[in-house]
Each structure stands twice: as C-alpha cells, then as structure tokens.
RNA sequence: GCUCCUUUCGUCUAGUCCGGCCAAGGACACAGGGCUUUCAACCCUGUAACCCGGGUUCAAAUCCCGGAAGGAGCACCA
C-alpha cells in the first residue's frame, strides 16, 4: 500500500479536522480519506494506523501552525441544489407536459397554488406544455361555479404560471363517448343494471352479476338507452377490472352515470356525464401528459385508471404525489370559508383575510415569493402548514 | 377493521435511491452584539434536529428487521 500517499491525504484532512472542532479524531478523518481514495478500503487496519500516526503528529501542533498549514490546501465543499429535483426519468431533451385539474366548484386557494406552481414549474424546466384543464363533469354535486372558470385562470396568471391552453371536460363529451364505445365493442366494458346496493354488495363479495356477461350489442343497446331512457340511478358503464383485487372499490369500477342536471357550460345537452377516473384518463392521454403531480388522496385513482390505460394499451404519465400545503386556524377549508362569507365574517372570496389566491391578491403578497415558497418547499409526501411569515421574508428578499 | 404512505433544528427543508468531504448544510423564527436619535431594515455571532429499539459494517441520517406516532384511501365526488 502507498504509504505516502495514505499520509499525505490523512493529513490534509487531520489539520482541517483539528482546526474546525480542536482536535481531530481518527474516523473522520479515514472516513475522507476513504471517499477521496477508495482503493484504501482494501487495506484498513494498515490505513488506520498509519492515520493514527498522523494524527498524534497534527494534534501535537500549536494552533497557529495547523491554521498555517490549513491554509494550503483546498476544500470542496457540496453544492447545494436549487430549485426543483430533477426527474430521474426523462431523457435529455424530452418534453414535460402537466397540467393542472381543478374543479371550478370553488376558487382556488393556497394548497390548488402548490400543485399548479409545481406542475408549471416543471413543464418550464422541461420546455413543455402546462394545461389548464376544468374537471368539471358533475353538475350536481361538484355543481361548477360559473365565475370560477375564468377567476382560477387569472389566479394561475397572478402567479406567474403559463398555460398553454384551457380546456374544460365538460365539453368534450362525445370524445369520451367515442372511447366508451370502443371499450364495450372491444369486451373491456359493460353497461350494469343492476340495483345500486345489490352492485355494491356483488362487489365487495368479488361476484359478477349478469349484465358483465352481456353481449357487446346488449351493452351498446343498453349504452344507448343511458342517454335517453334510463333514468337516473338505474344504469351505469362499469369498465371490467379484476373481480378479485383486494380493494373492493376498483373492482368494476363505473366510468359513467346519468345525472339530469342542467351544467352551467352544457345546459341539458348531456346526461350521461364521466366520472373522473375516466375523462382524466382519457385527457391525459389526448393531451399527452407525461407527468401528473396531485395530493395522495389520489392513490387509489392511479390504480383504477391504470386498468384503463392497459384496455387502451397506452402509457400512463409519471405521477408524484405531494402532501398538501394546509392552512391554520379556522378558515383552513373551502366549506369554512363558505360559511365566513355567508355569516359575514368576511367580505367575499377575496377577503384579504381568506387562504385564496384572490384573498392573497388583495393582501397584497407577493406572487413571485408564494411561487418561490412552494418551489423552496419542494415535493414531500407529508402535509405542512403554511408558513406567510416566510413568505413575507421571501418577498423582501426579491425587492 | 383493511390497504397504502410519511417521519431530519421551534418551522420549512438539503442530504437517503447508490453507506464514507455529515462531529448533519440552508432558510425562517428565536437570543445576543454591531449600526441607527428611536423603531424598522441591514450586518455579525449564537442556541437548536437524524421518531424509538435492535442488526449488518472498519464506517449508518442513509441498508435490513421490529415498534411508535402522524397522514391518506376504502363512492354512481374530484
């Protein structure tokens, strides 16, 4: 083994270790010597004691003359990275397509901005496209918001975040039945009729009931029926799963319901309305998506579609999944604030004390330092809380 | 109940994949000092963390096993 060499580095790496903390100590110093030479690992017991020697020698020294010979040397010191982690799947000069998929049943508030930054963020560093994209496609429970449509897209422009196009799904309704007809022709879907506890039964058992086994014209014939006969509750498209997966919920899972509710974009022109699982799917696809960023209460919708993806034979976008940027305090969620506003609590969707974008607006935040808060906070699957007294430093940094 | 996920200073995080420049870095907050007529701002300094218990290894924040705590999901919502 050279032994020069072992002692030469050793004690480049004593004199710094004696300098920073007193004295130096032997693994610390072998751990640096090691990472600079690994060939050393062969022989440890001989580098330990040739270290050892040299650090009795460093230690022995005045101070004064450890900080001199300290000085000759150089350090590296790691860098630290900036901005957004890389993403380890894309290949040089891939484009990263994302989008952002709101339901305008509400304006948009400060945990939407972190899903929305991150995703613009990363299609910018990648030179792609950032959709914005209404899921709008329940009319009665997640009744859309007219004025939310164009709001949520100027909350996106307020923070810096450039869309490529809007689109809203409930618009694109034929497209999606077009994909549900080539499902039922291909054997991957079928319409059920049966009652909505007795399928909810069927499926927590693992069971098929009849209507699986119908033929491909049955089902279209009874597809067709969804769209002017049946009524409401008494059919749906269930796309064909496993039976068998152990999480009951995705067995034959139902990618379409009637619903007879005027939609504020469509009116009554359709009734026979997606469900998420399905019209995000399919955009995703259309839109050639390659990466979906969303809060984890999605998990389980990543393994329904999947199921869809592999009907189409299409490949799925990369997902990460994000612990939400949660508010303290009593107007932490959308219900409370409702109530605020109509109680009089507070002035409006754009109170200054509200969590909204527009809230935010009127306060008077700096968007380019929200931006850089969410983009500091980074891609973690656990849940924090905001932080404006951050963001308020952020912001005086940037002036 | 079942399934999945997470855990680093007071807070938000870097580092974890692939063990070794980590006696753990940064930011905010906090404390002290400087500057200023005062406050703010600014500059300097300081306090402070690898959830717990085992194991592997010359070496563990990092790998393995067990435990704890927290979160999410189990829809004809998104």
Redesign the pocket.
Known sequence: MPENQIKEIARK?AL???M??????L??????V???V?KF?EN??E??KIITEVINEVNAMPKADIEKEVAKYT????E??IGL?EL?WVTPGMQVNTRF???P?GFMHIGHAKIAVLCDEYSKKYNGRFYLR?????P???KPLPEAYAQTAKDLEWLGCNVYQIIK?SERIELYYKFAEELIRNGNAYV?T????E??EN?KRGIACACRSSSKEEALDKWAKMKTVYK?????LRLKTDLAH?????RD??M????DYAHPVTGTKYRV????????AVDDHEMQITLVIR???????QM?QQYLFDAFSWHMPHVL?V???KVQGELAHKSDIKIAISEGRLSGWDDPRAPTIMGFRTKGVNPKAIRE?II??????????L?L??I???S??LS
């Not at 693994?27 to 640096?32: D, I, P, T």
């Not at 049966?194 to 506890?197: G, Q």
């Not at 152990?246 to 995705?250: G, K, L, R, V, Y």
């Not at 500091?376 to 809380?385: E, L, P, R, T, V």
């Open positions: 790496y710094k270790n004696a920073d903390y007193g004295s130096a100590r693994g610390a110093v072998l751990n640096k090691l990472s600079e690994p690992r440890i017991k580098a330990e350090f590296i010191k790691k630290e990275r982690p380890e998929a709101p339901n049943s209404f899921d709008d496609t329940d009665k429970t997640k799904q059920c049966c009652a909505k506890e399928m909810q499926r409401e509750g008494e059919a749906v152990p999480n009951s919920s995705i899972w139902v379409f319901r009637i619903i309305w997606p469900l998420y699982n399905f019209a995000s809060g984890k209460e999605h998990e389980l919708n329904k999944e612990g939400a940027l808060y500091a906070s980074g891609i973690k699957k656990h849940d924090s809380y932080d007294q951050k308020a430093a952020i005086k940094k």
